[in-house]
């Protein structure tokens, strides 16, 4: 499918940068560029209600209650057409609180409402070019646990999206990015910030497009509801510091929680101590664009581990991805030998058709091992 045609009938001679709102970032929005993005979800949500029928009778679906189960059976101690409304009032807790150890999987994972489009988004300031690939990316940070399970889809094809590098990062349970310093993200008088990794990693998609990582219930800070930033990646090479540079991005998004779910969790230590209002979904500007006249819905869908909150979540959403559309995601950072350094660059957050990004510099390796390049692990 090629959107070339799509991208000139939207009208934009000029993609803009759309960064999330954030302490200390400027913002500018533009209306001819939130035409081509709802155009783009609306031909990519068509792709997708065409793929529903054959996701079932490949046993796609089927495998993948199964895949949730073993997993939720690995981590557990005990069990226990939409819009913005529609999705704000949606329990996306697998069966309420109903479930038990005699409820049967094929309950808890209902697989009917887990394909859904989460909207192609903002990559917002705070990314920063060449995290790790590895599945645990929690580090020493203290939180409500989280395996979160994404599959991705191609909405032309229908098939799994293999060897897919999904980027993931959120905040920490008080609100604080790692790999920057800048108001609003914490103390800024704290430069040892710069050199942290925490809750960034990179994951390449298996046979059946699935990643799983390792990961914290995010945080908040001012402006922002509860949030989780994604990117997918294709066609990069892998380095031999065990990062990812070139080839194209294909997806940017964000995925959320049911804000009950967010209450419960903001109740707990250490998120308790974040003295910042909390803003809520309903509250929230992004949420509300990635939700309204969409039919989509970028809530993950969940189910507790044990009793406590403690215990862990285990959480899973599919993302529908059409790789005929490449981004050039902002970024404020990169990650050089002596740690973050500040340098902003990229900036194509709406789909250009398919026409290859720029933006991708030529890596180092992390502290100084040494991989070719201008000194930033990409």
């Given amino acids: 499918m090629q959107l070339t045609n799509l ?7 000029t993609a803009i ?34 793929c529903a029928k054959r996701l079932e009778t490949s046993g796609l679906n089927a495998r993948a209650e199964a895949r949730r189960r073993r997993t939720f059976n690995l981590h557990r101690r005990s069990v226990s057409a939409r819009d913005t409304d529609t999705v704000l009032n949606k329990s996306h807790l697998s069966n309420d609180s109903s479930i038990t150890t005699d409820t049967s999987f094929s309950t808890i994972f209902e ?61 920490n349970a008080t609100g604080v990015y790692s790999g920057l310093v800048a108001t609003g993200n914490g103390n800024t008088a704290d430069a040892a910030n710069l050199n942290a990794t925490f809750l960034r990693g990179v ?63 903001e109740a707990t230590s250490p998120y308790s101590t974040n003295t910042v209002t909390l803003t809520t979904n309903e509250e929230d500007r992004v949420f509300s664009t990635e939700t309204t006249g969409t039919t989509s819905d970028p809530v993950i869908n969940y189910v507790k581990l044990g009793d406590s909150l403690s215990d862990g979540l285990l959480g899973w959403i599919t993302i529908a991805v059409n790789t005929s559309a490449t981004y050039d995601p902002n970024y404020s950072y990169v990650y050089t030998a002596s740690g973050g350094v500040a340098e902003s660059g990229g900036g194509t957050d709406t789909p250009n058709g398919g026409s290859p990004s720029g933006g991708s510099g030529a890596p180092s390796g992390p502290n100084g091992t040494g ?8």
Avoid: M
């Fill in 7 to 13: 991208w000139q009938l939207a009208l934009l001679s």
């Fill in 371 to 378: 991989a070719p390049g201008g000194g930033f692990r990409v």
């Fill in 17 to 50: 940068s759309l960064a999330i709102a954030h302490p200390g970032e400027h913002h500018q929005h533009n209306s001819a560029a939130e035409i081509q993005k709802r155009a783009f979800q609306d031909n990519a949500r068509r792709g997708l209600d065409k």
């Fill in 111 to 171: 697989t009917t409402s887990t394909c859904v489009l989460n909207p192609e988004g903002e990559t917002g300031p705070y990314y920063i070019k060449g995290e790790y690939i590895r599945s645990d990316i929690r580090e020493n940070e203290p939180g409500v646990p989280i395996i979160l399970d994404g599959q991705f889809i191609d909405v032309e094809t229908c098939e799994p999206i293999t060897n897919l590098y999904w980027d993931v990062w959120n905040c």
């Fill in 203 to 265: 994951q390449k998609t298996d046979d059946e497009g699935v990643v799983q990582f390792s990961t914290l219930f995010p945080g908040h800070y001012s402006g922002r509801t509860t949030h989780h930033h994604i990117v997918a990646h294709l066609n990069v090479t892998v380095l031999p510091n065990n990062t990812i540079v070139g080839g194209t991005v294909a997806h940017i998004g964000q995925l959320f929680w049911d804000q009950d779910l967010i209450n419960e969790v």
